[in-house]
């Protein structure tokens, strides 16, 4: 019986042009042997694939879209070909797949199929910010997308602003990138003037911006984060 293939979960870059800076050479290598990709866009994938300029055939690759829409009993059809020997790769639109992107449930059924699962290494945009915040890395807890609605979304902030009072654990979360400025303004409104807040903002990217401000100061010099990656830290 022919040995399954290995299902490779390739990083991409969180910031355009700085593939040549964040992505190892073990992620390049591994992309010039595997034509099978699952994606969550298809331009985005080409487009970063092309990026690298490793002399990949991008018309030979062949793509798979995996995202939140995409039915479970699907996901198992498009492994099959791991079954077969065949290696695949999960690439992320930003950052690390399977972290806080749809990748996690091709990761949970290879899992289930006794498939070999090969994170790759390569930047998050969470974990970075927590590196660069200044708060605890012993204890943290990433939440996603709080809620849109502002009534619930202010609830969700008091309820982490709390966990971090009674339990000193870093609580990061992120928002839609053409929503950051609404939920500045939740989080300038809702936490205390002495939590200290960090925006860790355009990670890797030419004009990054990671600080670390108690909230009556932030009120002072508000940082320009509309349509911008932005990821949100409290913490002390």
């Known amino acids: 019986m022919a040995s399954t293939g290995i299902l490779y979960l390739v990083p991409s870059s969180l910031a355009e042009n700085t593939q040549d800076l964040v992505i190892p050479p073990q992620v390049v290598s591994i992309l010039q042997h595997t034509q099978q990709l699952l994606v969550e866009n298809e331009r985005t ?41 065949e290696d695949m790769a999960i690439l992320s639109e930003a950052g690390c797949p399977g972290v806080a992107d749809p990748g996690a449930r091709a990761v949970a059924t290879a899992h289930r199929m006794n498939i070999r699962v090969m994170p790759l290494v390569g930047p998050s945009s969470i974990l970075l910010a927590l590196m660069g915040s200044g708060f605890s890395g012993q204890q943290f807890a990433f939440h996603g997308y709080l809620p849109i609605e502002v009534k619930k979304r202010t609830a969700e902030i008091r309820r982490l602003e709390k966990t971090f009072l009674e339990t000193g654990q ?40 990671i600080k670390t401000l108690p909230v009556k100061n932030w009120k002072q010099q508000l940082p320009k984060l509309h349509k911008l990656p932005t990821v949100f830290l409290i913490g002390g």
Do not use: H, W
Not at 45 to 64: H, N, T, W, Y
Not at 185 to 205: D, F, Q, W, Y
């Open 45 to 85: 994938a080409r487009r970063f694939v092309s990026s690298l300029k490793a002399g990949i055939s991008i018309p030979d690759l062949q793509l798979q879209v995996l995202d939140k829409k995409t039915p479970d009993q699907a996901i198992e059809k498009m492994m099959q070909p791991l079954l077969k020997g």
């Open 170 to 209: 870093t609580q990061i979360f992120m928002e839609t990138p053409y929503r950051n400025d609404q939920m500045m303004t939740s989080l300038l409104k809702t936490l205390s003037p002495e939590r200290l807040l960090c925006v860790a903002c355009e990670i890797t990217g030419e004009n990054e911006l």
